[in-house]
């Protein structure tokens, strides 16, 4: 029996599977199928199996290579790798039909998965395929086995903690994984912005929240996102001079961000009692997004609280109830119908 493969030849044979050459991926099979011990890249011929039906010669080699093992291992073969690679067509609807299987099978396939680490990132594309299909838990469950194998794998750091419930008891996780983002390196504000708000928001920290969100603008200075999310803190706390200061900077870059305009209005009839100002940007938010749910809202505050106009703010709130997103205007409905 021939010796077991070395890492050497492991590696080799990894660049030529993945180098997107139909005869380098043929040549590596080929070498797999010269050699006793294959177990090692059961995986990448589950991979490889995604393109059996385009290429005729890697479905006959992986048939022989199936063939020449020991019976056990094809019976084995074809009963549950074959499922398993059902995963490679996570795009497909057919990958829910087969997911209980795959959680049958999810040891065996973790333990083939740790014979190759450079794998890591199937388990970030399967447990994002699963959150699109409405699996969540699952599949962050999923993508969370990436880090064992690969602990700086910055997409995964980041879709996990973006993916969490966003409650408090999650905040801890959130924090980690978007501190390691931050840590990797990272060219996006997104993990500054998400972190910002994780501390403010869930943990109770409000200084350690505008902290980061100063860090970050420092390194992606006038992000609109996060000068309209760092407002929305400010206010929350009161210092509404700054709050209004963030998002006239913001407006000032894009005067098309409808929130931005929703929340200085809010900022200005609420603190600064200037129902005119607080108008004039509400019917610029509406006029961006007629339809949402929240800048109706707005818009209701501002003619009750502004003009006391109650029709006008109930007409305001009906009309935000179309919007089934939003579910914060029947609070305001019964105080001002009994008003």
């Known amino acids: 029996m021939n010796m077991s493969w070395t890492q050497d030849e492991i590696e080799s044979l990894h660049s030529l599977l993945f180098s997107n050459d139909e005869k380098n991926t043929l040549l590596a099979l080929e070498l797999i199928n010269s050699r006793d011990d294959k177990s090692p890249f059961i995986p990448a011929m589950m991979f490889m199996s995604a393109i059996e039906d385009e290429v005729p010669e890697v479905a006959l080699l992986l048939t022989e290579i199936c063939d020449k093992l020991p019976e056990q291992d094809k019976s084995y073969w074809h009963n549950k790798v074959i499922i398993l690679s059902m995963l490679w067509y996570f795009g497909k609807k057919e990958f829910l039909k087969y997911l209980e299987e795959y959680k049958k099978e999810m040891p065996l396939f973790d333990s083939f998965m740790h014979r190759a680490p450079r794998y890591a990132y199937i388990y970030h594309s399967i447990g994002r395929r699963l959150i699109d299909f409405q699996k969540k838990m699952l599949g962050l469950e999923i993508m969370r086995k990436a880090l064992d194998f690969d602990p700086d794998f910055y997409e995964v750091h980041f879709d996990y903690a ?4 966003e409650q408090k008891r ?9 501190e390691r983002c931050i840590a990797l390196g990272s060219e996006s504000f997104e993990p500054y912005h998400n972190l910002g708000r994780v501390y403010a928001l869930f943990k109770g920290m409000t200084d350690k929240g505008l902290e980061v969100f100063r860090a970050g603008l420092t390194k992606f200075p006038g992000t609109v996102d996060m000068l309209v999310e760092m407002a929305y803190i400010l206010d929350e706390v009161g210092s509404y001079k700054e709050a209004k200061e963030l998002l006239e900077q913001a407006l000032a870059s894009d005067d098309s961000y409808a929130l931005a305009h929703n929340n200085l209005a809010f900022l200005y009839l609420r603190a600064f009692k200037n129902p005119e ?5 509400i019917d610029k938010a ?10 109706l809202h707005t818009l209701a505050e501002i003619e009750w609280l502004g003009y006391q106009n109650k029709d006008k703010a109930l007409e305001a ?17 019964k105080q001002l119908e009994t008003a």
């Open 162 to 165: 973006f993916y969490l419930p």
């Open 170 to 178: 999650y905040a801890d996780e959130m924090v980690f994984h978007y």
């Open 277 to 281: 100002k607080a108008r004039e940007h």
């Open 286 to 295: 509406l006029a961006l997004v007629p339809q949402e749910g929240l800048y």
């Open 317 to 333: 709130l009906y009309k935000s109830k179309a919007d089934k997103s939003y579910k914060g205007a029947d609070k305001m409905i």
